[in-house]
């Protein structure tokens, strides 16, 4: 008998990984919020790296659109309909990438981190741009705003990602 191509098991974890993304990312107090978007969580990004590095860059991604779905619906801050698509679905879909690096878990969490900012980047050059100070490029500007808080999540992520692989947590109940 063939298994089954979607998993009950790995969508029940999508969801469980989508909510408690949520909640340490959206409903508790970030560690600084930055005033038009973007901000320090308290390891917001961790259960969907750890989803992606245990399930693989497809289910991850998939994790990370909904969840980027879910932010939108849940109060995100929208101007355009590119600029949603950018700073919601791809943005953390992208983290999905981290599933491409299991055997190197550090690169799998900047792959993610790194593919975030380069969706919040092309957000902020095209439409936060009027935001940059007027001696001030708009490139330059992104890169710094987008640059500046998500080094603070790649940090906070890296560590919480590393002391769950070498706990062994990866592999739990697969």
Do not use: C
């Amino acid at each position: 008998m063939n298994k089954p191509v979607v998993s009950t098991k790995i969508i029940t974890e999508a969801v469980d990984v989508i909510a408690l993304t949520f909640v340490l990312k959206d409903l508790l107090p970030p560690i600084f919020q930055l005033p038009y978007g973007g901000s320090l969580t308290i390891a917001g990004m961790v259960p969907l790296i750890w989803f992606a590095l245990r399930r693989g860059p497809g289910w991850g991604t998939f994790a990370g659109l909904i969840y980027g779905l879910v932010h939108i619906a849940m109060g995100g801050y929208v101007i355009d309909p590119v600029q949603a698509l950018l700073d919601y679905p791809l943005a953390f879909g992208v983290i999905g990438a981290a599933g491409f690096f299991r055997k190197y878990h550090l690169a799998g969490v900047a792959s993610g981190v790194i593919g975030r900012f380069f969706f919040h980047f092309l957000s902020g050059v095209w439409f936060f741009s009027a935001y940059a100070p007027a001696e001030m490029s708009p490139i330059l500007y992104s890169a710094l705003y987008n640059g500046g808080y998500l080094l603070g999540e790649f940090l906070i992520s890296a560590i919480v990602i590393d002391i769950i692989v070498r706990r062994g947590l990866l592999d739990l109940y697969l």
